[in-house]
């Protein structure tokens, strides 16, 4: 774990919400100088705590309303098997995170898609490229939270 004192963690907080703040009003909002937020922000992305700054759309409103949850169980777990599945998931543009997981479940895969059809097609693809032996889908009804913001 990377030490950071209160002051970067104001500035980690504020940038979590508003990426785009100007140093300015960010300076205002943390209690320092452009100058200072600048050197910080730039410290903090060398040390790796800042790994890149993006722009968050509404899912909906670029036609991928539809969150469906993949819940997967394979019968192999050799490193190659797992390099072919890290590939394939990757290779993928809808599958929007992937996890290995403990207890029952060997991976978790969120997907971003139109609709049932177009999950259809996510799956039809995934398995075209690697042998899996159980997928399971849920599809989201409601999405209470969702929030890309860590607890500082």
Known sequence: ?????????????????QADSSLESLG????????ACWRRIRAMEERGIITGRVALL?????????????????SRHGGAWLDDFAAAT?????????????GDL???????????ADYDRLYQALIQRIELAD??????MEEIKETTELPL
């Open 58 to 74: 509404d899912p909906a409103s670029v036609g991928l309303g539809q969150m469906v949850v993949m819940l997967i169980r394979t």
């Open 135 to 140: 997928v399971s889908a849920s599809f989201v």
């Open 106 to 116: 060997d991976y978790l895969i969120r997907a971003r898609v139109r609709d049932v």
């Open 28 to 35: 205002e909002i943390v209690g320092l100088s452009r100058n």
């Open 1 to 17: 774990m990377v030490e950071i004192d209160e002051t970067d963690r104001r500035i980690l907080r504020h940038l979590q919400r």
């Open 90 to 102: 990757r290779a993928i543009p809808q599958i929007i995170s992937v996890y290995r997981m403990s």
